[in-house]
């Protein structure tokens, strides 16, 4: 599961939050390794938020779908980085989900 915006992590004018860049993904099943955490946690300290609002992306979510489709499902891995992710080739397969 993937949602396809964030949300900052600043209060906005209104109280509210707006659409921001980093974002979550949760991936479960049965044939999944035990593991935890894939990527990185960059914190909300004022430092490490992406251009002075959001939560910093740490994983192209590109990368952790090609694992799933070439490593559990078998898409060739070409196909995923010209066909399924076109001009994808800097988002690296993230490996050793299964």
Not at 63 to 73: A, P, Q, S, T, Y
């Amino acid at each position: 599961m993937a949602t396809e915006f964030g949300r900052t992590a600043r209060i906005n004018g209104t109280g509210g939050t707006d659409h921001g860049t980093g974002s979550t993904a949760l991936a479960r099943g049965g044939r999944l390794k035990p593991g935890g955490i894939i990527g990185n946690w960059p914190t909300l300290k004022q430092t490490a938020l992406f251009e002075n609002r959001d939560v910093a992306p740490s994983l192209d979510l590109r990368g952790l779908f090609k694992g799933v489709l070439g490593e559990h499902m078998g898409v060739d891995r070409g196909a995923l980085e010209t066909t399924v992710f076109p001009d994808s080739a800097t988002a690296k397969m993230v490996t050793g989900l299964v």
